[in-house]
């Protein structure tokens, strides 16, 4: 089984439906992280979180929510989903007070009509 | 504020031959440096890092990097591919604070496709 897991793997929905991706991991890692990636630009951070009780936003948080209930999950809200956030979405875990590695899970394809 | 550029979007090679994807990155303060790779319908895979030390850095399958402080830079390489390299690469910086641990967070570059030709 792998170690970042990922639902759903393929969503596709309509513009101005709620979505929500999930995040849970078996690495024991308090770090969190969601990212999205976009051809030609990269991975860029969407929210990352240190432990449950910490949240914190990355450079493109703005119609994204996030919640973390519990050390192992983490998912992902679009209140109301809008074209431009077709995307694919990776989860990533990493191990508090180290050098920033991270471990991805499989990734989420999103696609918004 | 860190940023990574990754100069070349796309890179077509004939397989056996050698390959280099080239990163600059830039940031106020010390850094660790990090290239992962992304097979087709798959998530990012960890190839190799540099923390301190030796500036070549040596990966899985055959990859390595050098870390060049004063060009900002750090090069991947391989001195000859095969078709089952075809994949997307990536280029990460994470800063550091002044005792050298990581702040959490990676920059990416845009990637650059690497494409293996029989």
């Known amino acids: 089984d792998a170690d970042v897991t990922q639902t759903p793997r393929n969503r596709i929905t309509k513009t101005g439906k709620r979505i929500m991706l999930e995040c849970s991991q078996t690495?024991?890692?308090?770090?969190m992280y969601w990212y999205r990636q976009d051809p030609g630009l990269g991975l860029r951070l969407i929210y990352y979180?240190?432990?449950?009780?910490?949240?914190n936003k990355g450079e493109i948080s703005d119609g994204y929510s996030v919640s973390r209930q519990a050390q192992a999950k983490f998912s992902l809200s679009l209140e109301s989903a809008i074209p431009n956030q077709t995307a694919l979405y990776f989860c990533?875990?990493?191990?508090?007070?180290?050098?920033?590695?991270?471990?991805f899970g499989e990734g989420s394809r999103l696609t918004v009509l | 504020a860190q940023s990574v550029t990754q100069l070349d979007s796309q890179v077509p090679v004939f397989e056996e031959a050698p390959v280099e994807l080239r990163c600059n990155y830039s940031?106020?303060?010390?850094?660790?440096l990090f290239w992962y790779v992304q097979y087709p319908n798959q998530g990012l895979q960890l190839l190799l890092k540099?923390?301190?030390?030796?500036?070549l850095v040596k990966g899985i399958n055959g990859f390595e990097a050098e870390f060049n402080k004063s060009q900002t830079s750090f090069h991947l390489r391989k001195p000859s591919v095969h078709i089952s390299d075809t994949a997307e690469y990536f280029c990460a910086v994470s800063d550091t604070n002044a005792g050298g641990t990581s702040y959490g967070k990676l920059t990416f570059g845009q990637g650059t496709i690497l494409t293996v030709h029989p």
């Open positions: 940031s106020s303060v010390s850094v660790y």
């Open positions: 540099y923390l301190s030390g030796s500036t």
């Open positions: 990533a875990t990493g191990a508090g007070g180290s050098t920033g590695e991270l471990f």
């Open positions: 690495k024991g890692h308090d770090r």
């Open positions: 979180s240190f432990d449950v009780k910490d949240i």
